[in-house]
């Protein structure tokens, strides 16, 4: 099946500092990958679509400048915290649909796990 | 805005009984419905899904319904195990105004079966 992966896996960074979390589709092109946050005991709440090579499609709520987003290829998109703070400390899953017309499915990563100290 | 509500939060049955899990979603032009099964810490994992233009799929003990007038779509789980303990997310792919598509989760259950 398709495979996404996730790096880092963990990190644990001070507040203040930027945070660089890279989501790949390891064996199928993907145009749309989507980046949530999931909070202990919550729901995976959708953050922004990322489209490769336009800028991406933010939630209500999220804010672009804090978290900064390129899909710079159909097989690699970031996710930059910026000026990380405990608050921001979370989950983050990245997902990605297969094919360039889009499948249906969506194909999830490992997770990140955020600590802000 | 879209959303999707799931009930109940949590489920505990007897080894060997059914669950059931439901979930009701707002955006009619929603046509994709995955469940997805997710162990403390992990990924979240596809176990069955269904489309618009069925009303049931049925994969082994695990089965989904689908309600389109009511918006309503159900996940049946038989002769539970142990390992079937996890939480479950219903979804639904929503349409953005620009025409691309996005899911929205539901809001998690968490399954006990006990032995």
């Known amino acids: 099946g398709a495979v996404v992966s996730q790096h880092p896996s963990r990190v644990i960074c001070k507040s203040g500092t930027s945070v660089k979390i890279e989501c790949r589709s390891l064996?199928?092109?993907?145009?749309?990958m989507f980046w949530y946050r999931q909070f202990p005991k919550q729901s995976l709440m959708l953050m922004a679509t990322?489209?490769?090579?336009?800028?991406?499609?933010?939630e209500q709520g999220v804010e672009k400048d804090k978290f900064l987003i390129n899909h710079a290829s159909l097989t690699l998109s970031t996710l930059t915290v910026t000026s990380a703070h405990p608050e921001d400390s979370s989950f983050y899953i990245c997902?990605?649909?297969?094919?360039?017309?889009?499948?249906?499915?969506?194909?999830f990563g490992p997770g990140t796990r955020l600590t802000v100290l | 805005g879209e959303n999707v509500e799931q009930h109940p939060s949590t489920l505990s049955v007897q080894e060997g009984d059914s669950a059931v899990i439901k979930c009701t979603y707002s955006?009619?032009?929603?046509?994709?419905f995955p469940w997805y099964k997710q162990e403390l810490g992990k990924r979240p994992q596809l176990i069955i899904d269904?489309?618009?233009?069925?009303g049931e799929k049925k994969d082994q003990r695990i089965a989904v319904t689908l309600n389109k007038t009511a918006k309503h779509f159900s996940l049946h789980i038989t002769e539970t195990q142990p390992e079937d303990s996890a939480v479950y997310f219903c979804?639904?792919?929503?349409?953005?105004?620009?025409?691309?598509?996005?899911?929205?989760f539901g809001t998690g259950t968490r399954l006990k079966v006990l032995a």
């Open positions: 997902s990605a649909r297969e094919g360039l017309a889009g499948g249906l499915e969506q194909f």
């Open positions: 064996d199928f092109q993907a145009t749309t």
């Open positions: 990322s489209n490769e090579g336009s800028k991406a499609t933010y």
């Open positions: 955006d009619s032009a929603s046509n994709y």
């Open positions: 269904i489309r618009s233009n069925v």
């Open positions: 979804a639904a792919r929503g349409l953005y105004t620009s025409g691309t598509y996005k899911y929205i």
